[in-house]
Each structure stands twice: as C-alpha cells, then as structure tokens.
C-alpha cells in the first residue's frame, strides 16, 4: 500500500513564502512523474506543477516565475517553494505520483491535501 502525506502548508501573509512536502511511502520501486494540484472552494482541481522522472519541469502560468517543483527520488519526495505568494493561491494543495510501480503493479496515487491560505 502506498501513502502520500503531504505537509508545510498553513496561513501566509501576500507576499510571503511557504515550502510543501509530499513524502511517498510503501514499497515502491519507482515513480514517474510528481506533480501537485490545487483546489480552491468551488472551483476545480487544476495542475499547479508537474516534474518527469528525468527532471523536466512544468508549471501552470498562474504561478510559474514565483514556484519552483522539486524532487528527492531517493526519499521518495517532491517539494514545492511557494514565493510571492498571493490571495488567489490560497486553496487545497494536493500531491500526485504517476504511474508508482509497486510488487502489486503500476497505479497513479493522490495524497490527502494540505491547507494553503493567504490572507493579510
């Protein structure tokens, strides 16, 4: 069984900064891409940046210049530095892995969410 829990999120004045985590656990021989998502109230769920196996990156245009995706394959994590943060970036921020290739075989899987909100 694999777990995404992802953490670091929390109330931010505009402006600041915030850094999210998102460790995979289970028995996991590999992931392809990691990316993370957001959902804010009454809207839909909608890509805020992806990173491929290999390192290439992605970002929607929302955020790109002020977020920055990274990964640690060894741990199994991707991050997320959130900088110039603003009101409209306050949502549910989720983490998915694609195509994680487990003893069971090959599924995409989503963590749980953490609260971003950005309010003076």
């Known amino acids: 069984q694999v777990q995404l829990v992802e953490s670091g999120g929390g109330l931010v004045q505009p402006g600041g900064s915030l850094r999210l985590s998102c460790v995979a656990s289970?028995?996991?021989?590999?992931?392809?891409?990691m990316a993370w998502y957001r959902q804010a109230p009454g809207k839909q769920r909608e890509l805020v940046a992806a990173i491929a196996s290999f390192g290439s990156t992605n970002y929607a245009k929302s955020v790109k210049g002020r977020f920055t995706i990274s990964r640690d394959d060894a741990k199994n994590t991707v991050y997320l530095q959130m900088n110039g943060l603003k009101p409209e970036d306050t949502a549910v921020y989720h983490c998915?892995?694609?195509?994680?290739?487990?003893?069971?075989?090959?599924?995409?899987?989503w963590g749980q969410g953490t609260q971003v909100t950005v309010s003076s």
């Open positions: 289970g028995s996991i021989f590999s992931i392809n891409a």
């Open positions: 998915n892995a694609d195509k994680v290739q487990t003893p069971m075989g090959v599924r995409d899987y």
